[in-house]
């Protein structure tokens, strides 16, 4: 699922880069949860990126037996790659608990934001939280 999923992800970018609308100075990639999962992989795999939001997501430990599939599929082997500045939105009652590990593997430019919440945050306060970020990385 994993390598399927980023590669249809991937083809995506290839597809919104190739239109003539799209000021590819000014890409965010956003994800949340699995979202947020999957954003990882491909923000280390794609550099086209101006700004990458990933929210209440993780370093998620591959559930995969295979080693190499496991490697491919683990947050923090990707997270060192990304190479554009990363807001990083997480909940401190979020039964996902490796959002700190994920952090910390990732480079700078980078800012976190911690919320009193479950895995669902506030959406009024995060989302001027994470505007406020867009409008800094793509103004």
Do not use: C
Request: glycine fraction near 8%; proline fraction near 6%.
């Amino acid at each position: 699922m994993n390598i399927q999923s980023v590669t249809d992800q991937r083809r995506g970018i290839d597809f919104l880069f190739s239109r003539p609308e799209v000021d590819t100075t000014k890409v965010a990639l956003m994800g949340g949860s699995m979202g947020g999962y999957f954003g990882t992989l491909v923000a280390g795999l794609e550099n086209r990126f101006t700004t990458v939001v990933l929210t209440v997501t993780g370093a998620w430990p591959s559930a995969a037996t295979d080693d190499a599939l496991a490697r491919f599929s683990h947050t923090l082997n990707f997270a060192p790659r990304v190479s554009a500045p990363i807001l990083m939105v997480n909940a401190t009652g979020d039964g996902r608990p490796f959002g700190e590990e994920l952090y910390h593997a990732m480079p700078e430019p980078k800012q976190q934001i911690w919320y009193e919440s479950e895995h669902y945050l506030p959406p009024r306060e995060y989302n001027e939280d994470i505007l406020n970020w867009l409008h800094e990385h793509l103004d």
